[in-house]
């Protein structure tokens, strides 16, 4: 009996684990070559991992919900008398799961295992047996630390998971690890397994007098990504929220008109390409809005491209595509790539290459109602915008009181670059250039 291992690729792009959200197989399966056998999130995308030969599923090795690092066996196949030719995985680029920094579209993504290096750390088993658990668990990490230093720990098998980093923004630093093992170094323990950054939570919070009638269900997949995206993101970030309204019924006559004018075109047109190019104009005299922090580097980031992420409601969960270049784009164009991102990101298909690289997101709030919210920011950019509703309001003006159409906006930004002054300034010239969008005509043509 001829028994194959089919393993978890190395994907690139400095993946080092993905989570197995879902099975394509089961034992007694017969797969082909080049099957798709299971799908996998890693932090840069979900991918369809295939079958390198043909053969029948003798044994899943973990289960769905399991985080594990790549090179691990995932599957075993009887290839007996299978009599087919050994294909190379190539790991198939599904759908973005969080907002990330690849330097490389997902078209291109692939994967090759590379043969492991005689040095290579041994990971001793624990547990009872049951699926896959390896130790250190650098599988579960995600604390803030270099390849290098979980490298490191891996070697000196210290679970990274468990140490307080002492590094800019909590990261964990080589010496904590070398201090870790000498018996010098803090560690934070009973933190959740997939979020290790969370406050220590005794068990009997989450124990309930009428579990009856509740329902559980695992907290995986895309939702998984986003609550830990979420979580390092108000972890790192101290957020601020300013927000005030604008008159928008320059706003909304601009808009009427050129829906008429797109539609004959076949393009729907929004809002929102009109406030992506207000905004645009409002960064220009505030660039520290258009930056990032490199944590690591301890250096501002002054971005000199303007690419707008703009939220995506999605069936599996929000996502962030980008209009690339936005500045060099007029107002249809920006119609036309709003409307083919977002049908791509709600029909799963949306790549990497479409979801990186965002200077600063817009989050269109108003498109499903809602006056005010504080979004968090979409790290490592260092701020986000919120455009709400449009509504009727009574504006007093000349002595008498004028219905007028309103939109409220909110900037949320990171308070270690941005001041709260400087975060006024920037959103009463925002909103002044909304107030006043036909100013912009010339950008928008």
Same mark, same amino acid.
């Given at each position: 009996?001829?028994?194959?291992?089919?393993?978890?690729?190395?994907?690139?792009?400095?993946?080092?684990?993905?989570?197995?959200?879902?099975?394509?197989?089961?034992?007694?399966?017969?797969?082909? /070559?080049?099957?798709?056998?299971?799908?996998?999130?890693?932090?840069?995308?979900?991918?369809?991992?295939? #079958?390198?030969?043909?053969?029948?599923?003798?044994?899943?090795?973990?289960?769905?919900? $399991?985080?594990?690092?790549?090179?691990?066996?995932?599957?075993?196949?009887?290839?007996?008398?299978?009599?087919?030719?050994?294909?190379?995985?190539?790991?198939?680029?599904?759908?973005?799961?969080?907002?990330?920094?690849?330097?490389?579209?997902?078209?291109?993504? #692939?994967?090759?295992?590379?043969?492991?290096?005689?040095?290579?750390?041994?990971?001793?088993?624990?547990?009872?047996?049951?699926?896959? $658990?390896?130790?250190?668990?650098?599988?579960?990490?995600?604390?803030?630390?270099?390849?290098?230093?979980?490298?490191? /720990?891996?070697?000196?098998?210290?679970?990274?998971?468990?140490?307080?980093?002492?590094?800019?923004?909590?990261?964990?630093?080589?010496?904590?690890?070398?201090?870790?093992?000498?018996?010098?170094?803090?560690?934070?323990?009973?933190?959740?397994?997939?979020?290790?950054?969370?406050?220590?939570?005794?068990?009997? /919070?989450?124990?309930?007098?009428?579990?009856?009638?509740?329902?559980?269900?695992?907290?995986?997949? @895309?939702?998984?990504? @986003?609550?830990?995206?979420?979580?390092?993101?108000?972890?790192?970030?101290?957020?601020?929220?300013?927000?005030?309204?604008?008159?928008?019924?320059?706003?909304?006559?601009?808009?009427?008109?050129?829906?008429?004018?797109?539609?004959?075109?076949?393009?729907?047109?929004?809002?929102?390409?009109?406030?992506?190019?207000?905004?645009? #104009?409002?960064?220009?005299?505030?660039?520290?809005?258009?930056? #990032?922090?490199? $944590?690591?580097?301890?250096?501002?980031?002054?971005?000199?491209?303007?690419?707008?992420?703009?939220?995506?409601?999605?069936?599996?969960?929000?996502?962030?595509?980008?209009?690339?270049?936005?500045?060099?784009?007029?107002?249809?164009?920006?119609?036309?790539?709003?409307?083919?991102?977002?049908?791509? /990101?709600?029909?799963?298909?949306?790549?990497?290459?479409?979801?990186?690289?965002?200077?600063?997101?817009?989050?269109?709030?108003?498109?499903?109602?809602?006056?005010?919210?504080?979004?968090?920011?979409?790290?490592?950019?260092?701020?986000?915008?919120?455009?709400?509703?449009?509504?009727?309001?009574?504006?007093?003006?000349?002595?008498?009181?004028?219905?007028?159409?309103?939109?409220?906006?909110?900037?949320?930004?990171?308070?270690?670059?941005?001041?709260?002054?400087?975060?006024?300034?920037?959103?009463?010239?925002?909103?002044?250039?909304?107030?006043?969008?036909?100013?912009?005509?010339?950008?928008?043509?």
């Amino acid at each position: 009996m001829a028994t194959k291992e089919v393993k978890l690729p190395d994907i690139g792009e400095g993946v080092t684990e993905g989570e197995i959200v879902k099975w394509l197989v089961k034992v007694g399966d017969s797969v082909s /070559a080049d099957q798709p056998v299971a799908e996998v999130m890693t932090d840069k995308a979900t991918v369809e991992v295939p #079958s390198p030969v043909a053969g029948v599923v003798k044994e899943l090795k973990a289960k769905e919900g $399991d985080v594990v690092p790549i090179e691990t066996t995932l599957l075993l196949l009887d290839a007996s008398g299978a009599g087919a030719a050994v294909a190379k995985p190539a790991a198939t680029v599904l759908s973005k799961a969080t907002p990330s920094s690849p330097s490389k579209p997902a078209s291109a993504m #692939s994967a090759t295992p590379k043969t492991a290096p005689a040095a290579a750390p041994q990971f001793a088993a624990r547990g009872n047996g049951g699926g896959l $658990d390896v130790y250190p668990p650098t599988a579960e990490s995600r604390v803030l630390a270099t390849p290098a230093t979980r490298r490191l /720990a891996r070697e000196m098998s210290v679970d990274i998971n468990l140490l307080q980093g002492t590094g800019l923004a909590g990261r964990v630093t080589r010496e904590d690890v070398t201090k870790s093992k000498s018996g010098s170094g803090a560690v934070a323990a009973g933190s959740p397994s997939w979020a290790p950054m969370m406050p220590s939570v005794p068990r009997h /919070a989450y124990v309930s007098t009428q579990a009856n009638a509740e329902e559980r269900v695992p907290l995986r997949g @895309i939702r998984r990504k @986003i609550a830990e995206q979420m979580q390092l993101t108000k972890q790192i970030v101290p957020h601020f929220t300013i927000m005030d309204e604008a008159n928008v019924s320059e706003l909304v006559r601009l808009r009427a008109q050129a829906k008429q004018a797109a539609e004959k075109l076949g393009i729907k047109v929004t809002y929102l390409p009109f406030v992506m190019k207000a905004l645009i #104009s409002t960064l220009r005299n505030f660039p520290m809005l258009n930056a #990032s922090i490199d $944590d690591q580097a301890g250096e501002i980031v002054y971005k000199k491209y303007y690419n707008i992420g703009f939220a995506a409601d999605t069936p599996n969960g929000l996502l962030v595509p980008v209009i690339k270049n936005a500045d060099q784009k007029t107002v249809l164009e920006i119609s036309r790539e709003i409307v083919e991102l977002a049908n791509k /990101a709600r029909d799963g298909k949306i790549s990497v290459e479409e979801m990186k690289g965002a200077t600063i997101t817009i989050t269109n709030i108003g498109s499903v109602g809602g006056s005010y919210a504080t979004p968090i920011i979409n790290h490592p950019e260092v701020a986000i915008i919120g455009m709400y509703k449009v509504d009727w309001k009574p504006v007093y003006k000349d002595g008498t009181f004028v219905p007028t159409q309103v939109m409220n906006f909110s900037a949320t930004c990171d308070h270690r670059l941005i001041d709260g002054a400087v975060a006024a300034n920037f959103l009463k010239a925002f909103l002044k250039r909304i107030e006043n969008v036909g100013e912009l005509v010339l950008d928008m043509v």
